[in-house]
């Protein structure tokens, strides 16, 4: 007896109240007026109801721009952690912590190179260039995604040059063991003949040196911790900058006489008039740039307790600067080219939905660039502190 009262009352609030379409109200049929459309966007986030609603473009740019924040996240706390480590190997007490360190960490290096390095005298480093790649694919994934009507081919180009192992003879850069002759200049050591001066150390004969006895002429050896400014004679790790003539063990830029599926050695630029911003960064996003190896030497202090200084310095730079040269390449390389645009693009979607969910991504992605760029600025000032003594100066 209690079900069909049950029922009679759930008629009576239908009658009273009308029913909620499914999504398409000439689709409950049956139904007493007012009737009420569903929400298409019922628990879907952002993205995903942009895509229900069939703006796919927008979708595109929503994420992107959370990507851009799950970034500017993930390069803050790299930084902070290598901060963070740099104050315990200087024996920095009562330094804050986390990316407030870093300020300290510049203001102790510079002091460092400014009082306890001879006037004159540099440290010996030996650094090769970070080398950031972005996949291909992840940009035609993203077009896919956003704009079938796309041409792949024709839309997606690498602004820089491809890259990748190369199963055969490189053409261009090798970055990493050429096995043969290296025709062009040898970043770290040249296992036989330099034709030109080493700079670095000669293991081998020289006919001149200057006072700090790096070898100006030919020299006959190895040439290590430092560059062979001409051709190498034998094996080259490093970089070698011109052919290799033999097999490339690691990366090989520019081009592959051989098997290869390289990925883009800068930015994948989408020509997308619809989608190309979103997928550019998406592209991006996925940018891996490899800690480069970087050696240093010091020199000699009378004073013992300046020794012990400069060694600390010598192994905070060794070990902990590393980091530092992959951060700054990646945002320089990979980020910086496109990320305005693709604020401006993202605020002049949301400017057209005010009410809609782009508003808060245009914040997030105003935000995440200034964030970006921050760490940036802080990685620069770390290594311009040593800026004559260690790796090149940055812009």
Do not use: N
């Amino acid at each position: 007896m209690v079900r069909p009262m049950i029922a009679r009352i759930g008629v009576a609030l239908v009658l009273a109240v009308g029913c909620v379409a499914p999504v398409d109200p000439a689709s409950c049929v049956g139904c007493a007026a007012p009737l009420e459309p569903a929400d298409p966007c019922a628990g879907l986030d952002c993205a995903g109801c942009l895509d229900r609603v069939d703006r796919p473009e927008a979708a595109a740019l929503v994420r992107s721009a959370e990507g851009l924040d799950a970034l500017a996240t993930e390069l803050e706390a790299t930084l902070a952690e290598g901060c963070d480590v740099m104050v315990a190997q200087l024996d920095l007490r009562d330094a804050p912590t986390g990316l407030d360190a870093c300020p300290v960490v510049t203001a102790e290096v510079a002091r460092r190179v400014r009082d306890l390095l001879p006037l004159g005298v540099r440290l010996s480093v030996a650094d090769e260039p970070a080398l950031c790649s972005t996949a291909l694919a992840a940009a035609a994934d993203c077009l896919a995604r956003c704009d079938v009507e796309a041409l792949v081919d024709e839309v997606i180009e690498c602004d820089g040059e491809l890259l990748g192992a190369c199963d055969g003879v490189c053409d261009g850069v090798c970055h990493g063991q050429c096995g043969a002759t290296c025709e062009g200049t040898c970043s770290d050591f040249c296992d036989g003949a330099c034709d030109a001066s080493c700079v670095g150390v000669c293991d081998g004969a020289c006919p001149t040196v200057d006072r700090d006895g790096r070898c100006l002429v030919f020299c006959d050896g190895r040439c290590d911790l430092g560059a062979c400014d001409g051709t190498c004679t034998g094996a080259c790790s490093g970089v070698c900058t011109e052919a290799c003539a033999g097999s490339c063990e690691g990366t090989c830029i520019g081009a592959c006489d051989g098997g290869w599926e390289p990925a883009c050695g800068g930015v994948v630029a989408v020509r997308s008039e619809r989608c190309g911003l979103a997928c550019t960064a998406a592209a991006a996003l996925t940018a891996t740039c490899p800690v480069p190896e970087v050696r240093v030497r010091g020199p000699e202090a009378e004073d013992p307790r300046d020794h012990g200084l400069i060694d600390q310095l010598v192994l905070t730079a060794s070990r902990h600067y590393e980091p530092l040269y992959a951060l700054e390449a990646r945002v320089r390389l990979t980020l910086a080219p496109w990320l305005e645009a693709f604020a401006a693009a993202v605020e002049a979607a949301a400017s057209g939905d005010p009410d809609g969910c782009l508003p808060d991504h245009a914040v997030l992605a105003r935000a995440a660039l200034a964030r970006i760029e921050a760490v940036r600025a802080t990685s620069v000032a770390l290594i311009a502190a040593a800026e004559d003594s260690i790796g090149e100066k940055l812009d």
